[in-house]
Protein backbone atom coordinates (compact mmCIF):
# COMPACT_ATOMS: atom_id res chain seq x y z
CA UNK A 1 0.00 0.00 0.00
CA UNK A 2 2.72 2.63 0.99
CA UNK A 3 4.58 1.57 -1.93
CA UNK A 4 1.54 2.11 -4.43
CA UNK A 5 0.90 5.83 -2.74
CA UNK A 6 4.51 6.57 -3.34
CA UNK A 7 4.89 5.46 -6.61
CA UNK A 8 1.70 7.69 -7.70
CA UNK A 9 3.12 10.35 -6.07
CA UNK A 10 6.46 9.88 -8.08
CA UNK A 11 4.26 9.03 -11.12
CA UNK A 12 2.27 12.55 -10.70
CA UNK A 13 6.05 14.60 -10.20
CA UNK A 14 7.47 13.02 -13.22
CA UNK A 15 5.04 13.53 -15.32
CA UNK A 16 4.46 17.30 -13.99
CA UNK A 17 8.09 17.91 -14.44
CA UNK A 18 8.04 16.23 -17.66
CA UNK A 19 5.41 18.05 -19.41
CA UNK A 20 5.49 21.20 -17.62
CA UNK A 21 9.34 22.04 -17.88
CA UNK A 22 9.07 20.55 -21.60
CA UNK A 23 6.75 22.67 -22.45
CA UNK A 24 8.33 25.73 -20.80
CA UNK A 25 11.65 25.49 -22.76
CA UNK A 26 9.73 24.60 -25.95
CA UNK A 27 7.90 27.78 -25.82
CA UNK A 28 10.66 30.01 -24.78
CA UNK A 29 12.93 28.40 -27.54
CA UNK A 30 10.06 29.14 -30.10
CA UNK A 31 9.54 32.73 -28.66
CA UNK A 32 13.19 33.44 -28.78
CA UNK A 33 13.61 32.21 -32.86
CA UNK A 34 9.83 34.40 -33.42
CA UNK A 35 11.70 37.33 -31.81
CA UNK A 36 14.96 36.91 -33.75
CA UNK A 37 13.00 36.60 -36.73
CA UNK A 38 11.09 39.78 -36.76
CA UNK A 39 7.56 38.59 -35.94
CA UNK A 40 5.05 40.61 -34.77
CA UNK A 41 3.09 39.86 -31.13
CA UNK A 42 5.86 37.10 -30.54
CA UNK A 43 5.08 37.24 -26.91
CA UNK A 44 1.26 36.52 -27.80
CA UNK A 45 2.54 33.55 -29.63
CA UNK A 46 4.56 32.23 -27.10
CA UNK A 47 2.11 31.98 -24.48
CA UNK A 48 -0.12 29.88 -27.11
CA UNK A 49 2.93 27.63 -28.16
CA UNK A 50 3.00 26.86 -24.19
CA UNK A 51 -0.63 26.08 -24.00
CA UNK A 52 -0.37 24.11 -27.12
CA UNK A 53 2.59 22.63 -25.32
CA UNK A 54 1.03 21.56 -22.01
CA UNK A 55 -1.84 19.67 -24.21
CA UNK A 56 0.63 17.95 -25.82
CA UNK A 57 -0.09 19.58 -29.33
CA UNK A 58 3.18 21.03 -29.51
CA UNK A 59 4.53 24.30 -30.54
CA UNK A 60 4.82 23.27 -34.78
CA UNK A 61 1.22 24.71 -35.32
CA UNK A 62 2.23 27.80 -34.12
CA UNK A 63 5.90 28.00 -35.58
CA UNK A 64 5.24 26.66 -38.94
CA UNK A 65 2.80 29.34 -39.90
CA UNK A 66 4.94 32.14 -38.64
CA UNK A 67 7.92 30.61 -40.96
CA UNK A 68 5.78 30.71 -43.83
CA UNK A 69 4.57 33.84 -42.99
CA UNK A 70 8.45 35.17 -42.46
CA UNK A 71 8.95 33.47 -45.67
CA UNK A 72 5.75 35.69 -47.94
CA UNK A 73 7.09 38.76 -46.41
CA UNK A 74 10.07 38.19 -48.52
CA UNK A 75 12.30 37.85 -45.94
CA UNK A 76 13.51 34.28 -47.48
CA UNK A 77 16.94 33.98 -44.64
CA UNK A 78 14.82 34.12 -41.56
CA UNK A 79 12.26 32.45 -43.19
CA UNK A 80 14.54 29.24 -43.76
CA UNK A 81 16.27 29.85 -40.19
CA UNK A 82 12.50 29.87 -38.58
CA UNK A 83 11.88 26.54 -40.46
CA UNK A 84 15.12 25.01 -39.23
CA UNK A 85 14.13 26.20 -35.56
CA UNK A 86 10.75 24.77 -35.56
CA UNK A 87 12.04 21.36 -36.77
CA UNK A 88 14.77 21.71 -33.64
CA UNK A 89 11.82 23.24 -31.36
CA UNK A 90 9.34 20.51 -32.25
CA UNK A 91 11.54 17.23 -32.09
CA UNK A 92 13.06 18.46 -28.58
CA UNK A 93 9.97 17.23 -26.76
CA UNK A 94 10.76 13.51 -27.72
CA UNK A 95 14.23 13.48 -25.97
CA UNK A 96 13.86 16.11 -23.13
CA UNK A 97 10.27 14.65 -21.74
CA UNK A 98 11.77 11.22 -21.32
CA UNK A 99 14.98 12.18 -19.69
CA UNK A 100 12.69 14.09 -17.37
CA UNK A 101 9.95 11.70 -16.52
CA UNK A 102 12.57 9.42 -15.47
CA UNK A 103 14.17 11.16 -13.11
CA UNK A 104 10.68 11.95 -11.63
CA UNK A 105 9.08 8.22 -11.31
CA UNK A 106 11.14 4.77 -11.72
CA UNK A 107 8.74 2.97 -14.13
CA UNK A 108 9.11 1.71 -17.85
CA UNK A 109 8.70 4.97 -20.35
CA UNK A 110 6.27 3.59 -22.54
CA UNK A 111 3.94 3.13 -19.77
CA UNK A 112 4.24 6.62 -18.49
CA UNK A 113 3.61 7.57 -22.13
CA UNK A 114 0.21 4.95 -22.97
CA UNK A 115 -0.43 6.89 -19.51
CA UNK A 116 -0.40 10.69 -20.54
CA UNK A 117 -1.73 9.74 -23.94
CA UNK A 118 -4.56 7.59 -22.83
CA UNK A 119 -5.58 10.12 -20.32
CA UNK A 120 -5.44 13.01 -22.36
CA UNK A 121 -7.61 11.43 -24.69
CA UNK A 122 -10.07 10.08 -21.93
CA UNK A 123 -9.79 12.50 -18.98
CA UNK A 124 -8.53 16.01 -21.08
CA UNK A 125 -5.89 18.12 -19.60
CA UNK A 126 -6.82 16.38 -16.19
CA UNK A 127 -5.90 12.97 -17.74
CA UNK A 128 -1.92 13.97 -18.28
CA UNK A 129 -1.86 13.21 -14.70
CA UNK A 130 -4.63 10.96 -13.79
CA UNK A 131 -3.37 8.55 -16.72
CA UNK A 132 -0.26 7.34 -15.32
CA UNK A 133 -1.03 7.50 -11.61
CA UNK A 134 -3.99 4.60 -12.98
CA UNK A 135 -1.29 2.65 -14.84
CA UNK A 136 1.42 3.13 -12.30
CA UNK A 137 -0.31 1.71 -9.55
CA UNK A 138 -1.71 -1.45 -11.63
CA UNK A 139 1.60 -2.13 -12.95
CA UNK A 140 2.87 -1.93 -9.00
CA UNK A 141 0.36 -4.04 -7.89
CA UNK A 142 0.95 -6.65 -11.02
CA UNK A 143 4.14 -6.78 -10.29
CA UNK A 144 3.87 -7.50 -6.47
CA UNK A 145 1.46 -9.78 -7.50
CA UNK A 146 3.68 -11.89 -9.36
CA UNK A 147 6.02 -11.80 -7.39
CA UNK A 148 4.06 -13.05 -4.33
CA UNK A 149 2.48 -15.59 -5.84
CA UNK A 150 5.14 -17.75 -7.19
CA UNK A 151 4.88 -21.87 -7.72
CA UNK A 152 3.94 -24.01 -5.10
CA UNK A 153 7.01 -25.87 -3.08
CA UNK A 154 7.17 -29.47 -4.45
CA UNK A 155 4.81 -31.99 -2.95
CA UNK A 156 2.20 -29.05 -1.24
CA UNK A 157 -1.02 -29.06 -3.33
CA UNK A 158 -1.69 -25.22 -4.64
CA UNK A 159 -3.12 -22.67 -2.25
CA UNK A 160 -7.04 -22.11 -2.65
CA UNK A 161 -8.38 -18.69 -4.08
Not at 58 to 81: E, K, M, S, T
Request: glycine residues 16%; contains cysteine; aromatic residues 8%.
Amino acid sequence: GEGAVTLAADAIRGVALGVGVTAIVQAVLGGIGLALAGVPLAGLLTALMFMLCIAQIGALPVLLPAAGWVLYGGDVGWGVFLLVWSAVVGTLDNFLRPVLIRLGADLPLLLIFAGVIGGLLAFGLVGIFVGPVVLAVAFTLLESWIEEGGPPADGEPPAAP
